[in-house]
T-cell receptor, first 116, second 114 residues
């Protein structure tokens, strides 16, 4: 396992279509995070999972967005009825944290979404 | 409001020169501060992480400092190389037992020219 992987790396879609991204974290990492990054900005937190439980969602995550991590391993992020404003880089990160220990997040390469 | 501000927004230096990037934050409760390097089109890669009690941490040619009293951090790059060209993002962790939230700065875009 060489790191966090994301698929696809690039996605071009028409406005109104649904898209789904996949993230495979580093093996045995119990936490998985999704971020969105627009050009010239730092990543913005969307949501995170501890194992299969979704523990927090940002208010940026509208009802068109849904994320799952059904078996506590890979995760999917789905965007329904895409809008042009959804165009961004979607980053996934994973970490291993127990208790109040340090939580270093390792990022994947991202999926760049372009909504036409 | 929890914010992380970085300066300068962009920087151009010649290969072999040193540079220092700045980060100011207003995040509470503070857990730790990280510097990430992000190449264009790639995910961020962690360079350093410092907790409240740490003042400095090095990773090769990268040295980060933290002043928790003034809520300032800096990243010093020594003897820059062309491969240092990237965005450098300051990230403050607002953590508790149950939740972890990273608050990202907008980054400093560094370009190293030969």
């Amino acid at each position: 396992d060489t790191g966090v992987s994301q698929d696809p790396r690039h996605k071009i879609t028409k406005r109104g279509q649904n898209v789904t991204f996949r993230c495979d974290p580093i093996s045995e990492h119990n936490r998985l995070y999704w971020y969105r990054q627009t050009l010239g900005q730092g990543p913005e937190f969307l949501t995170y999972f501890q194992n299969e439980a979704q523990l927090e969602k940002s208010r940026l995550l509208s009802d068109r967005f849904s994320a799952e991590r059904p078996k506590g391993s890979f995760s999917t992020l789905e965007i329904q009825r895409t809008e042009q404003g959804d165009s961004a880089m979607y980053l996934c990160a994973s970490s291993f944290k127990i208790g109040q220990g340090e939580d270093t997040q390792y990022f994947g390469p991202g999926t760049r979404l372009t909504v036409l | 409001k929890n914010q992380v501000e970085q300066s300068p927004q962009s920087l151009i230096i010649l290969e072999g020169k040193n540079c220092t990037l700045q980060c100011n934050y207003t995040v509470s409760p503070f857990s730790n501060l990280r510097w990430y390097k992000q190449d264009t089109g790639r995910g961020p890669v962690s360079l350093t992480i410092m907790t409240f009690s740490e003042n400095t941490k090095s990773n090769g040619r990268y040295t980060a400092t933290l002043d928790a009293d003034t809520k300032q951090s800096s990243l010093h790059i020594t003897a820059s190389q062309l491969s240092d060209s990237a965005s450098y993002i300051c990230v403050v962790s607002q953590s508790s037992y149950n939740t972890d939230k990273l608050i990202f700065g907008t980054g400093t875009r560094l370009q190293v020219f030969p």
